[in-house]
DNA sequence: ATCAGCCCCTGCTAGC
DNA sequence: TGCTAGCAGGGGCTGA
């Protein structure tokens, strides 16, 4: 499931690569793929890419003449960049096709999201809008976040997974974020001291940070653009760890759903 | 206004 | 061995 880390490493590729290329055609399995806008893909064929950005866990393809592409990952969606005429990766769902290379992106449970705007329409068509500060930028402060949290009877992991809050976090951070703060996922958030607040803060942008220098957690099946597997997932100290030993202490690490989401902690390193 | 819980979708696995 | 129920979860939607 690509968060932050992964769609940044993403991006990341397409930034070295897909620069300065010209979009020659675009074919989408429909309706396969949920697509909003954009059933005239003419309009951008034979426009240069200018800008690849991310937003959250979006990613943000900026062409000529203000066309904006936009991608969402979702659970099991994948992004590729194939030598021309390379044939459909598994689960292919569309293709963009550059004068260089081609861009595939595969999907198994059609969760993703394509979108086809432009400048003055694609925060709101994509949704980018509604997400709240990017964690390792300085529009995430520890007092707004703090007042957040203060204001809410939800529980810790809830809020740290709600987009509008902080962007790009989802499971495996949020539950590594917790463990490395010591604190408990299911805690009501309107009770957590101002100190566990900011090491919650903290380690969100920790945990981001290292998950970006690893290129991403390839827990499953998380490749790169260039079909390579990130490293992060050698370095998990809860997620996916349930039943297993605590690295810290020992104890038997505890899997239970929270926020309707399976979570793993320790019980006793947390509190 | 807020928030829990359902739904989408399909591959994989545990259990019979 | 073969089948099936249940699980995985990001985010939109619904209803309390």
């Known amino acids: 499931?690509?968060?932050?880390?992964?769609?940044?490493?993403?991006?990341?590729?397409?930034?070295?690569?897909?620069?300065?290329s010209k979009l020659l055609k675009v074919v989408v399995q429909v309706p396969?793929?949920?697509?909003?806008?954009?059933?005239?893909?003419?309009?951008?064929?034979?426009?240069?890419?200018?800008?690849?950005?991310?937003?959250?866990?979006?990613?943000?393809?900026?062409?000529?003449?203000?066309?904006?592409?936009?991608?969402?990952?979702?659970?099991?969606?994948?992004?590729?960049?194939?030598?021309?005429?390379?044939?459909?990766?598994?689960?292919?769902?569309?293709?963009?096709?550059?004068?260089?290379f081609d861009l595939a992106f595969g999907d198994i449970r059609k969760f993703g999201k394509l979108v086809f705007s432009d400048l003055k329409n694609y925060l709101k068509d994509s949704g980018i809008d509604k997400l709240g500060p990017e964690p390792l930028?300085?529009?995430?402060?520890?007092?707004?976040?703090?007042?957040?949290?203060?204001?809410?009877k939800r529980c810790l992991k809830a809020v740290i997974l709600d987009q509008s809050v902080v962007c790009g976090i989802g499971n495996i951070y949020a539950d590594e974020a917790c463990f490395s703060s010591g604190v408990l996922p299911y805690r009501e958030a309107d009770t957590l001291e101002n100190e566990e607040i900011e090491k919650i803060y903290n380690s969100i942008k920790l945990e981001l940070e290292k998950g970006i220098r690893n290129r991403g957690t390839s827990f499953s099946d998380f490749e790169d653009a260039y079909g390579k597997r990130g490293e992060n997932q050698k370095f998990l100290k809860v997620y996916g760890r349930g039943g297993e030993a605590c690295l810290q202490c020992q104890t038997s690490l505890v899997k239970m759903k929270v926020a309707g989401r399976g979570t793993v902690c320790c019980k006793n390193c947390q509190k």
Do not use: C, N, W
């Not at 930028?137 to 809410?152: G, I, V």
């Open 137 to 152: 930028s300085s529009d995430f402060s520890l007092e707004k976040f703090s007042l957040k949290l203060s204001r809410t």
């Open 1 to 20: 499931m690509p968060e932050l880390p992964e769609v940044e490493t993403i991006v990341r590729d397409l930034q070295s690569s897909i620069l300065g």
């Open 32 to 100: 396969a793929m949920k697509i909003t806008k954009g059933e005239d893909f003419l309009s951008y064929q034979g426009l240069k890419v200018e800008t690849v950005t991310r937003a959250g866990k979006y990613i943000v393809i900026f062409l000529e003449k203000e066309k904006v592409i936009v991608l969402h990952l979702r659970m099991t969606g994948r992004l590729q960049i194939l030598p021309l005429k390379t044939k459909p990766i598994a689960f292919e769902r569309a293709r963009l096709y550059f004068d260089k």
